[in-house]
C-alpha cells in the first residue's frame, strides 16, 4: 500500500474525508487523534474500527492519539441519540476513564522510538476552563446557525425530545479539543466514526477561525451487519473488550458465528490480515463454506489480539467441547459460559454426596429423558455422556467427584443434546 489511505481504502474504511488530505498524507507525517467517551467501564467491539486506524496511521509512520474523554464523557455526545443519555457522576466517569486506558493501550505502540502514541484525557483541559473563558475564547468563533445546521443537532431539534443546552454544548466541546490538541501537539487530523463528521468539521473551522491554521477531519463508516441489523449487539447485549463483561470464549463464538455474507469485509475491518490473504479466504468462503474458514480465522486473529495466546487457547478449547470434546482442565465459569443456552437444571449438591445419585435418577430429573425406562434404554445402548465421557453402566452413580468444581455435570444425550446440571445449597 502506497499510503494510509490506500490501505483504509481497500479494507473498505474510508468514508468521508477532507478536501485535501490526501496531499498531505503524501507528503508528511501528521499527529492525529480519535477520541472514546467513557460512557462504559470497557469498550466494545464498535470501538475497534477506529482503534486499529490508529494502530494502521502509527504503522504507516503518523503519530496516534488516544483521547479518553473524562471531560466530555460528564456531558454526552447527541450523535446518533434520539434522547438525552443519563449522565454519569463524576466518580462514574473517572473509573470509566481508568478501565477504558487500559484496553486502548493493547492496540496502539507507546513505546515507538519516532512516533510513540500518546494517550490523553481531556477532563484535564477542560475541567479547569471557567464558563466566562469558554464563552469568550471559544463559544465566539462558532455560530449558533452552524451548530443547528449539524445532522446531530437537527435531528434531535426536530424530535419530541427535542434537545438540552448540555448536549447542544458538546460540538464546541468537541472542537475545543481539536483545537487543544493542534496547538499542543501539532495535530492537524481527527477521525472517528461518519455520525461524528459534524463534531469532527466544527473542530476544523475552529481551529481556522482561532489559530488560522489547517486542519482536517476523516470519518469511518458506521458497521453494520449485511442485513441492516446493528453490529456488535446479541440477544445478551453489547460485546465488550473487558473479559470481565464479555468471557473470552463468548468473545471467540461472536466472531466465529459471523455470517458467511460478511465474513470478508470483518476480516478487513478487524484484522492485520493483508489484502491476499483475505482474498484467499474469501474464495475458501465460496467454494468450501461448510469449513468456515474465514470465520474460524477472524475469531483467532481478534479474540488473540484483544485477549492474548492464552484466552485464546481456553477459548478453542471450550469450544471443541461443545461437539464432544473434553471438558478436563475447564472452569466452572468455562462450562457456565459454553452451556448457558442449553436446556438446564438445579439438584442440591448434598444428594451428590456419599454415594451420590442414581445416574438413571439424574437424567429423568434433568429432563434429559422422559423416564427412568428410557435413561436404561440410551445408557444400554451408549447413547449418554457425562462431561462428554461415555457412560454405559446402568448402574452407575453420580457423585460430587464427576462434577466441575462442585458447581455443575454436564449430560450428554446422542451427539449433540445437552443438559447442564447446578449444584446449589
Known amino acids: 500500500m502506497t499510503t494510509i489511505l490506500d490501505e483504509l481504502r481497500w479494507r473498505g474504511l474510508l468514508y468521508d474525508q477532507s478536501e485535501g488530505i490526501a496531499d498531505l498524507l503524501m507528503r508528511e507525517h501528521v499527529t492525529l487523534y480519535n477520541g472514546f467517551d467513557p460512557t462504559a467501564d470497557s469498550l466494545h467491539v464498535g470501538h475497534m474500527v477506529p482503534l486499529l486506524a490508529l494502530a494502521r496511521f502509527q504503522r504507516f509512520g503518523h503519530t496516534p492519539i488516544a483521547l479518553a474523554g473524562g471531560g466530555t464523557g460528564m456531558i454526552g455526545d447527541p450523535s446518533g441519540k434520539s434522547a438525552e443519555r443519563q449522565l454519569l457522576t463524576k466518580t462514574q466517569v473517572d473509573a470509566n476513564v481508568e478501565a477504558i486506558k487500559q484496553q486502548l493501550a493493547k492496540f496502539l505502540d507507546f513505546d515507538a522510538k519516532s512516533n510513540p502514541a500518546k494517550l490523553v484525557n481531556n477532563a484535564d483541559w477542560l475541567a479547569p476552563f471557567t464558563l466566562m473563558d469558554f464563552l469568550r475564547d471559544v463559544g465566539k468563533h462558532l455560530t449558533v446557525n452552524y451548530m443547528m445546521a449539524k445532522d446531530s443537532v437537527k435531528t434531535r431539534l426536530a424530535s419530541e425530545t427535542g434537545i438540552s443546552f448540555t448536549e447542544f454544548s458538546y460540538m464546541l466541546l468537541q472542537a475545543y479539543d481539536f483545537a487543544h490538541l493542534s496547538e499542543q501537539y501539532g495535530c492537524r487530523l481527527q477521525t472517528g466514526g461518519s455520525d461524528q463528521w459534524g463534531n469532527i468539521i466544527a473542530g476544523v473551522e475552529l481551529i481556522r477561525r482561532s489559530q488560522s491554521q489547517k486542519a482536517y477531519g476523516l470519518v469511518y463508516p458506521l458497521i453494520t451487519k449485511s442485513d441492516g441489523s446493528k453490529f456488535g449487539k446479541t440477544e445478551g447485549g453489547a460485546i465488550w473488550l473487558d473479559p470481565q463483561r464479555t468471557s473470552p470464549y463468548k468473545f471467540y463464538q461472536f466472531w466465529y458465528n459471523t455470517d458467511d455474507s460478511d465474513v470478508v469485509r470483518y476480516l478487513k475491518f478487524f484484522t492485520w490480515l493483508n489484502e491476499a490473504e483475505v482474498e484467499e479466504l474469501a474464495q475458501s468462503t465460496i467454494e468450501h463454506p461448510e469449513q468456515r474458514a474465514a470465520q474460524l480465522r477472524l475469531a483467532r486473529e481478534v479474540t488473540a489480539m484483544v485477549h492474548g495466546a492464552s484466552p485464546l487457547a481456553r477459548a478453542e478449547e471450550a469450544s471443541r467441547a ?43 430429573r434433568s429432563g434429559a429423558v422422559s423416564s427412568r425406562g428410557e435413561a436404561r434404554r440410551l445408557l444400554e445402548g451408549g447413547g449418554v455422556y457425562i462431561n462428554n465421557v461415555q457412560a454405559a453402566d446402568t448402574n452407575r452413580r453420580v457423585g460430587l467427584s464427576d462434577s466441575i468444581e462442585g458447581r455443575f455435570i454436564v449430560l450428554r444425550k446422542g451427539r449433540r443434546n445437552y443438559y447442564l446440571v447446578k449444584l446449589e445449597g
Open 322 to 364: 461443545l461437539f464432544g470434546g473434553s471438558l478436563d482442565g475447564l472452569s466452572a465459569g468455562d462450562v457456565q459460559d459454553i452451556f448457558d443456552e442449553v436446556p438446564a437444571s438445579t439438584l442440591p449438591r448434598q444428594e451428590f454426596t456419599g454415594d451420590g445419585l442414581a445416574l438413571v435418577d439424574l437424567l429423568a
